[in-house]
């Protein structure tokens, strides 16, 4: 069975959803080691190793330095765009004992508060985010859910 | 002869499970997503299916980065419960069936789908949360199960198109087992929610109940949505959803439905649940 489905074109697609980093093979590949390492985060004495000296845990690792900075920060939208995956950096924020609804606010730049009380008034709209293209062409500027 | 008598879809949001683990699915704020599952429960006490095929996806659980199978499908005796990284949900382990899981392997693959086959694994929250959906919290769980997981994480996952086909093997797989049985298909995961980016936190209710109401009847339009739709409109993780389309493809040309639920939100995320019945003409 083939599909008339262009590769290039199947991907260049991903890059125009405002605020969203779709996992690629690119960025799988580029995340492989920073993804093995929150994998390794799983097991309770590597957890404690890393709690431990979170520097020295990520130097075992052959990791890029930008990738162990963004871990050392936290900061889960750098590290999506370094090549980690939301389930895999899951590990990591599990680790500090932070929920799915915490971790994910940090990333949309509002409050827990904030968000959680977007989610139960019915969640984001997709109104307005649903195509930087789109959005352009309607002459609006940047709008949130965009970095 | 086995049959496929029932297809359910439900939603597998983690912490569901920790709701009904801890004991909270009475509280103000998980009762409306656990109440749409009362009907079922009842359902499934007089259904006594013999065997449920499980499709669910593994979330950096079992299946870490070394090895991303597009579909898989349990074969063995007994599958253990995950320790996601708070330890295992306290729920009972997964038996399988093993003979009419090799069965259904060995079909598909002459049916040109190439299987994965997995003898040992554990099951994260994609496999269990369904199963205390729709039975509670049992001392044993009252069927078999082969889980069939699908990649729905590194993209591409596969089209909706080849996820309903293989469910249309499926059928033909399970009718050719020569045992007497009753066999229910789920598929799990949705609905609409992104839990990665600036955008996280999107819902499109308008989009799911569509999406619901394609489910029914004999149309087959949704099998041809593209990936990009599910993510422009449904979120990054929305995506899931086409793993409900391998249980519709595997009920045959035209559906029934019994049951429907939706509710926004639980934690990040839309719940979606219907139950259909296929039907014959």
């Known amino acids: ?147 | 002869m086995a049959h496929i008598t029932a297809g359910v879809a439900s939603s597998h949001i983690p912490a569901l499970g920790v709701a009904s683990d801890f004991n909270k699915s009475e509280e103000d704020y998980w009762k409306p997503a656990f109440a749409g599952y009362e009907w079922t429960k009842k359902w499934e006490e007089d259904q006594k299916p013999d065997v449920v095929i499980l499709v669910y996806n593994d979330h950096a659980s079992a299946f870490d980065m070394k090895i991303i199978p597009t579909f898989a499908i349990g074969c063995g005796e007994k599958f253990g419960i995950c320790d996601e990284g708070w330890g295992p949900r306290p729920v009972p382990d997964v038996e399988g069936h093993p003979d009419l899981a090799w069965h259904i392997a060995q079909s598909l693959i002459l049916d040109e789908f190439d299987m994965t086959i997995i003898n040992e694994m554990d099951v994260d929250h994609g496999l269990t949360v369904p199963l205390s959906m729709m039975f509670g919290k049992p001392e044993k769980w009252p069927c078999k199960v082969i889980p069939l997981a699908v990649n729905v994480v590194t993209y591409p996952p596969p089209s909706g198109n080849r996820c309903w086909a293989l469910g249309e093997a499926i059928k033909k797989a399970v009718e050719s087992f020569p045992e007497d049985l009753n066999v229910q298909i789920w598929g799990t995961g949705g609905m609409s929610h992104q839990l990665q980016g600036p955008r996280a936190g999107l819902i499109n209710r308008e989009w799911d109940n569509m999406f619901l109401d394609g489910l029914i009847g004999d149309s087959d339009k949704l099998r041809y949505i593209p990936h990009i739709e599910y993510l422009r409109e449904t979120g990054s993780e929305g995506i899931e959803m086409v793993m409900w389309l391998i249980m519709r493809g595997a009920l045959g040309k035209k559906t029934k439905c019994l049951h429907r639920h939706y509710h926004v939100p639980a934690s990040n995320t839309a719940v979606g649940h219907i139950v259909l019945e296929p039907v014959t003409d």
């Open chain 1, 1 to 147: 069975m083939s599909t008339d489905i262009d590769i290039h074109e199947y991907l260049a697609e991903f890059d125009d959803i405002p605020g969203t980093r779709v996992y690629t093979a690119a960025r799988a590949r580029k995340g492989y080691h920073l993804n093995q390492f929150a994998m390794s985060l799983m097991k309770a004495e590597n957890r404690d190793r890393f709690k431990a000296d979170e520097r020295a845990y990520l130097d075992e690792w052959p990791m890029t330095e930008a990738q162990k900075q963004a871990v050392l920060d936290r900061d889960y939208n750098r590290l999506l765009d370094l090549g980690g995956n939301i389930y895999f950096m899951a590990k990591i924020f599990s680790s500090d004992g932070l929920s799915f609804v915490q971790a994910v606010s940090t990333m949309t730049g509002m409050s827990v508060e904030d968000y959680q009380a977007m989610m139960v008034a019915g969640g984001r709209s997709p109104e307005g985010v649903r195509s930087i293209k789109a959005n352009a062409a309607a002459g609006g500027t940047v709008e949130k859910g965009t970095r």
